[in-house]
């Protein structure tokens, strides 16, 4: 299996400010005949399922407001937060989708 | 719009087995595979496995293969994970998902989960 690693476990963020997450995969994801990293990005409140985010690495799902952003290839991902909001404090984990499916063991973002 | 509705909470006893249903709508059911994935108290999503709600075909993760049977229901557009010889550590929250058309292990349509809790 893929092992899906993320940093920080938590991430203590001032309102406004920028918010950064890590993701780094035991191997590579990109299909390199499609030109695609199979990497995801989902949002998840307590009490909820998870919310796609980013998918490919770095496309927005429709709805997602323009503040979040991913980033990255291969292997290293990063999932940016512009100007956190109050409605952005949850837990965040990567997934990859490039064989089966495996997630990061998660990321809380809270408010400073 | 699509919509997952999974069936209420569940309390069994070590050793028992436990269904959970997952009904699907606003879609066309067997066009896409449902996939079963858990979560236990604070840790990350687990994936499980996967069903063709077309043909029946299933793809269980290996660490399930034993003890899990997803089956499909397409006149009720309902499918079902059967977990059996439950320990405590299946206490979980269960969800069923949809994923994106054409990107068929991406999951954005989640059912809003089951909570299974294994106590004697």
Known sequence: ?112 | QVQLVQSGAEVRKPGASVKVSCKASGYTFTAYPIHWVRQAPGQRPEWMGWINTGNGNTIYSEKFQDRVTFTSDTSATTVYMELSSLRSEDTSVYFCARPRQYIDWLLDFWGQGTRVTVSS
């Open chain 1, 1 to 112: 299996d893929i092992v899906m690693t993320q940093s920080p476990d938590s991430l203590p963020v001032s309102l406004g400010e920028r918010a950064t997450i890590k993701c780094k995969s035991s191997q590579s994801v990109f299909f390199s005949s499609n030109n695609n990293n199979y990497l995801a990005w989902y949002q998840q409140k307590a009490g909820q399922p998870p919310k796609l985010l980013i998918y490919w690495a770095s496309t927005r799902e429709s709805g997602v407001p323009d503040r979040f952003s991913g980033s990255g290839s291969g292997t290293d991902f990063t999932l940016t937060i512009s100007s956190l909001q109050a409605e952005d404090v949850a837990v965040y984990y990567c997934q990859q989708y490039y064989s089966s499916i495996t997630f990061g063991q998660g990321t809380r973002l809270e408010i400073k």
